[in-house]
């Protein structure tokens, strides 16, 4: 069982950065992809980024893509999102999951956090 708590929302203007951190308990996040989605009122959960640990591989959207970055700490068993340039189209709740496996850039994923909220104003 793995348990995820982000944090790090918050609100910006456009054009600023923020990080956010995925803490995770439970197990080590060694044997694990960890990704971050995000979801907009009225729209489905979408993909951001992910890292796999294993393979150092990651995966961006294409609307990111740039301007993201994901990254993890072995030791604090963290992972972040880095996001700058942030545009209003990026304000949504933002989630952090984990899956055994490979990258996927669906919703297939193992465990998810609670969420965090990240506001990006004009």
């Known amino acids: 069982q793995v348990q995820l708590v982000e944090s790090g929302g918050g609100v910006v203007q456009a054009g600023g950065s923020l990080r956010l951190s995925c803490a995770a308990s439970?197990?080590?996040?060694?044997?694990?992809?960890m990704g971050w989605f995000r979801q907009a009122p009225g729209k489905d959960r979408e993909f951001v980024a992910a890292i796999s640990w294993s393979g150092g591989t990651t995966t961006y959207a294409d609307s990111v893509k740039g301007r993201f970055t994901i990254s993890g700490a072995n030791a604090a068993n963290t992972v972040y999102l880095q996001m700058n340039s942030l545009k209003p189209e990026d304000t949504a709740v933002y989630y952090c999951a984990a899956r055994g496996g490979w990258i996927l850039t669906t919703t297939q994923y193992d465990y998810w956090g609670q969420g965090t909220q990240v506001t990006v104003s004009s």
């Open positions: 439970g197990r080590t996040l060694r044997s694990y992809v």
